[in-house]
């Protein structure tokens, strides 16, 4: 069955320390993988997704299909980057995403 | 381009009722998605529609039902609401297959079903 796992409700960190979300899924094929992110009071949208391979507000997430993780980092945390990080994946003939439960990032001063 | 929008904002109906939410997806996007996020859960696929027809199904019974105009809005319906159908609905509009096919989503409408 298709499922993405977030095993972390919360994390708590300090400013300036580094910031690893978890992420694994379940997927016979080939999936495409996404960070979503919800600031307070905003919608839902996208931070990064894998085959951009790129760094979105100094983020960035390699899809490990050997372990089939998908983890977002971040080497020093922001307190702007406390928000709702949801990791999702579609399939590539689909544009159905299958979202985990999520983690809430929070980041003290 | 204020991008996805969704009507109305928050609703409150008793179970039994049923109940319809409004999409209008983003300039120049022809697909729409709706979303299911119950509370402390990630958003859960209910449907997609593209070309006024409803193209993929998500685990969802069939008192949810939807539509698509001409202009790429849409409508979700549910009836016979129970309480369990309590939630945010998100709507999320994107370009059919095209080459990023990211979704935008909208602010979400909130039911409550008494």
């Known amino acids: 069955a298709q499922r993405v796992t977030q095993p972390e409700k919360l994390l708590s960190v300090f400013k300036g320390a580094p910031v690893e979300l978890k992420c694994n899924y379940s997927?016979?094929?080939?999936?495409?993988l996404f960070w979503y992110v919800q600031y307070s009071r905003q919608r839902l949208q996208l931070l990064l997704r894998?085959?951009s391979r790129e760094s979105i507000k100094g983020f960035t997430a390699d899809l490990n299909k050997g372990e089939t993780s998908f983890h977002l980092k971040k080497p020093f945390a922001q307190e702007e980057d406390s928000a709702m990080y949801y990791c999702a994946l579609s399939d590539n003939n689909t544009d159905k995403l299958i979202f985990g439960t999520g983690t809430r990032l929070q980041v003290f001063p | 381009d204020a991008g996805v929008t969704q009507s109305p904002t928050h609703l409150i109906k008793t179970r039994g009722q049923q109940v319809t939410l409004r999409c209008s997806p983003k300039s120049g996007h022809d697909t729409v998605s709706w979303y299911q996020q119950a509370l402390g859960q990630g958003p859960q696929f209910i449907f997609q529609?593209?070309?006024?027809?409803?193209?993929q199904r998500g685990n969802f019974p069939d008192r949810f039902s939807g539509h698509q105009f001409p202009n790429y809005s849409s409508e979700l319906n549910v009836n016979a609401l129970l309480l369990g159908d309590s939630a945010l609905y998100l709507c999320a509009s994107s370009k059919y297959r095209g080459p990023n096919n990211e979704q935008f989503f909208g602010p979400g409408t909130r039911l409550t079903v008494l």
């Open positions: 529609y593209y070309e006024e027809e409803e193209r």
């Open positions: 997927y016979s094929g080939s999936p495409e």
């Open positions: 894998h085959i």
